[in-house]
Nanobody, 122 residues
Framework: QVQLVESGGGLVQAGGSLRLSCAASGFTLDDYAIGWFRQAPGKEREGVSCVSNSDGSTYYIDSVKGRFTISVDNGKNTVYLQMNSLKPEDTAEYYC???????????????WGQGTQVTVSS
């Protein structure tokens, strides 16, 4: 059974850090690009970061550059999102998803996790 399970979310004060994990089962991440998305209440889901496992390329939206780091542990079949210097505007449900092609548009992502809540208090 193909599954992505996120963990690591929680409540943190502004300026704090969290590390999100996305564990894959039923398939290997080797041939995929893996993205992290977030959705705040009343807002569209947006792509936050992506890593292309084929060449190691990483991408970030401007608002998280320098604060978030995406990484992959292929041995554990897990993707991480290290989030530092968190801001209240980072509050959202965070999802990981896989893309069989590359770090492309949202509609290319095929498998999605159930999400993990991140809340940053001011």
């Amino acid at each position: 059974q193909v599954q992505l399970v996120e963990s690591g979310g929680g409540l943190v004060q502004a300026g704090g850090s969290l590390r999100l994990s996305c564990a894959a089962s039923g398939f290997t991440l080797d041939d995929y690009a893996i993205g992290w998305f977030r959705q705040a209440p009343g807002k569209e889901r947006e792509g936050v970061s992506c890593v292309s496992n084929s060449d190691g390329s990483t991408y970030y939206i401007d608002s998280v550059k320098g604060r978030f780091t995406i990484s992959v542990d292929n041995g554990k079949n897990t993707v991480y999102l290290q989030m530092n210097s968190l801001k209240p505007e980072d509050t959202a449900e965070y999802y990981c998803a896989t893309n069989p092609f590359s770090c492309g548009p949202r509609d290319e992502y095929d498998y999605w996790g159930q999400g993990t809540q991140v809340t940053v208090s001011s």
